[in-house]
């Protein structure tokens, strides 16, 4: 996992909050925004994993459950950049998705966003800068079969970043998505061993012919990489991108 920094950026005197930052994307993000010396909250459900990223950044970990509002609702507002991480997916054709299955996944993924851009925005306002970073996926710019849940809640997250982005022009504050594809992290290590044990084929050809079979580069994406976007999206170079929906895809939506 590459975390070679290429992008110059400077966030002493920030605090940045990264969702679902004890593992896979988010890890490496708060890695990245502390290493630009920002003051780094590493918000996960999972208390143990929050602590271990936070002691090993110098950040502050904080254990929430993003689908219950309170714990949502009493995380800190006094924030400069929000990455808006974590997520969950789960995978059912319509009639046999859970209906309580696809509610959690949009408290998580839709809900927890909104709540937190409505707590930090006014202490961006004021300060008159803020950057609003959104994880999107390849899937909030399209569909695939059987991720009704995942695909909804992306693609709504797309239009929650826009508006952020349309409220937050001339006050110094911008919101952007980052599209990645199938980015090498933990979850998708799993989904690939599922899928080879599944399909009772090798983890190489489950990765080329069933993962990136609509890629035009066949390769996974390095967490680093999708990193070094949301850092730029930070710097003064970024300042008039905003409302935009970035692809990391190998091709993918080129199709």
Same mark, same amino acid.
């Given at each position: 996992m590459s975390t070679t920094s290429v992008v110059d950026l400077d966030l002493s005197g920030r605090?940045?909050?990264?969702?679902?930052?004890?593992?896979?994307?988010?890890?490496?993000?708060?890695?990245?925004?502390?290493?630009?010396?920002?003051?780094?909250?590493?918000?996960d459900v999972?208390?143990?994993?929050?602590?271990? @990223?936070?002691?090993?950044?110098?950040?502050r970990a904080v254990?929430?459950?993003?689908?219950?509002?309170?714990?949502v609702e009493a995380l800190d507002a006094a924030v400069d950049v929000l990455v808006n991480n974590?997520?969950?997916?789960?995978?059912?054709?319509?009639?046999?998705?859970?209906?309580?299955?696809?509610?959690y996944l949009q408290r998580v993924m839709v809900e927890a966003p909104f709540r937190l851009?409505?707590?930090?925005?006014?202490?961006?306002?004021?300060?008159?800068?803020?950057?609003?970073?959104?994880?999107?996926?390849?899937?909030?710019?399209?569909?695939?079969?059987?991720?009704?849940a995942y695909v909804t809640a992306k693609h709504a997250l797309e239009g929650l970043s826009k508006t952020i982005a349309l409220e937050g022009a001339g006050r110094g504050v911008t919101s952007n998505c980052v599209n990645p594809a199938f980015v090498r992290t933990p979850l998708v290590d799993k989904q690939i061993a599922d899928q080879a044990a599944a399909h009772g084929i090798p983890e190489a050809e489950v990765i080329e012919k069933i993962m990136l079979e609509r890629t035009a580069i066949k390769k996974l994406i390095d967490p680093g990489d999708v990193v070094e976007l949301v850092a730029y999206l930070c710097t003064?170079?970024?300042?008039?991108? @905003?409302?935009a929906s970035i692809a990391l895809d190998g091709g993918w939506t080129a199709h």
């Amino acid at each position: 996992m590459s975390t070679t920094s290429v992008v110059d950026l400077d966030l002493s005197g920030r605090t940045a909050m990264v969702t679902g930052a004890a593992s896979g994307i988010g890890r490496v993000c708060a890695q990245r925004l502390a290493a630009a010396g920002a003051d780094v909250l590493v918000v996960d459900v999972d208390e143990a994993a929050a602590r271990d @990223t936070a002691e090993a950044l110098g950040g502050r970990a904080v254990a929430a459950d993003l689908a219950d509002p309170d714990a949502v609702e009493a995380l800190d507002a006094a924030v400069d950049v929000l990455v808006n991480n974590a997520g969950l997916q789960f995978v059912a054709p319509l009639p046999e998705f859970p209906p309580e299955r696809f509610t959690y996944l949009q408290r998580v993924m839709v809900e927890a966003p909104f709540r937190l851009a409505r707590r930090v925005l006014p202490h961006m306002y004021e300060r008159g800068w803020g950057r609003i970073v959104n994880i999107s996926s390849v899937h909030g710019l399209i569909a695939s079969p059987y991720k009704s849940a995942y695909v909804t809640a992306k693609h709504a997250l797309e239009g929650l970043s826009k508006t952020i982005a349309l409220e937050g022009a001339g006050r110094g504050v911008t919101s952007n998505c980052v599209n990645p594809a199938f980015v090498r992290t933990p979850l998708v290590d799993k989904q690939i061993a599922d899928q080879a044990a599944a399909h009772g084929i090798p983890e190489a050809e489950v990765i080329e012919k069933i993962m990136l079979e609509r890629t035009a580069i066949k390769k996974l994406i390095d967490p680093g990489d999708v990193v070094e976007l949301v850092a730029y999206l930070c710097t003064p170079a970024a300042d008039l991108i @905003t409302g935009a929906s970035i692809a990391l895809d190998g091709g993918w939506t080129a199709h």
